[in-house]
């Protein structure tokens, strides 16, 4: 009996403190990360803490780069871009991040209980100033050029001719997306040991006994790779 009382009062510890549930495929992850909307990235601009902001919620798409330059010119007092998205288009997401770069002092930020995963790195990774929260999830994958598996079923079943064309085109694209996101890191100031260390390390797909295919960096990670630099902007 009082084993259970333990167990009980622990429980109640952990809903009372916050804790957050850990996805157990993908440890270093919660089980519920906040993505924000599953539709395209919609920007608003509001005020937050004293501070103009840009809030940029949903998914990245091939219009967003033109889209976020639109909002940040319309609105000369936006000082920093609040970011969750599940990612999206890649090439997209790059071109987002060197737009961000291109107003200087902007800053980025990933606020707590807030998830940014996949091509939303990039666009994070463009703010000269990156604030990632306590709380606020960074979170990588082993990049692939399509997760298209419907296109793969239907080539598949077409031959192997046409199967060995898929592949061949995949990592061409791969190695050239690859290549692209290892000079961005470069120029936005990112260790390109995130990509090395972390990102290349994780699973594209699921695999036996090894269910994880994501990575949270934790606090003292996105500061070791530079994803937030030491020198940690006053909200």
Not at 133 to 139: D, I, L, R, S, T
Request: with cysteine; hydrophobic share 40%; aromatic share 6%.
């Amino acid at each position: 009996m009082r084993a259970v009382r333990s167990i009980a009062v622990l429980a109640a510890l952990a809903l009372l403190s916050g804790a957050t549930r850990m996805d157990p495929e993908n440890p270093t992850c919660p089980a519920e990360p906040d993505f924000g909307p599953a539709s395209a990235m919609r920007l608003t601009p509001a005020d937050k803490h004293g501070k103009r902001v840009l809030l940029a919620e949903g998914n990245i798409d091939a219009t967003l780069p033109a889209r976020l330059k639109a909002a940040i010119e319309a609105d000369d007092r936006i000082e920093e871009i609040w970011l969750r998205s599940r990612g999206g288009n890649a090439r997209a997401g790059n071109e987002a991040g060197r737009i961000i770069r291109s107003y200087r002092g902007m800053l980025t930020r990933i606020p707590a209980g807030w998830a940014c995963f996949s091509a939303c790195n990039f666009v994070f990774m463009g703010g000269d100033r990156r604030v990632v929260e306590e709380g606020g999830v960074f979170m990588v994958h082993m990049f692939t050029h399509t997760n298209d598996r419907a296109l793969i079923d239907e080539v598949v079943s077409e031959g192997s001719k046409a199967t060995a064309e898929l592949i061949g085109s995949i990592e061409q694209s791969s190695a050239l997306l690859a290549s692209e996101d290892n000079d961005f890191l470069i120029r936005m100031g990112i260790s390109r040991k995130l990509l090395t260390d972390i990102m290349y390390k994780q699973q594209a797909v699921k695999s036996e006994g090894n269910p994880s295919t994501r990575y949270c960096l934790s606090q003292a990670e996105v500061r070791e790779y530079n994803v937030m630099p030491v020198e940690k902007p006053v909200r």
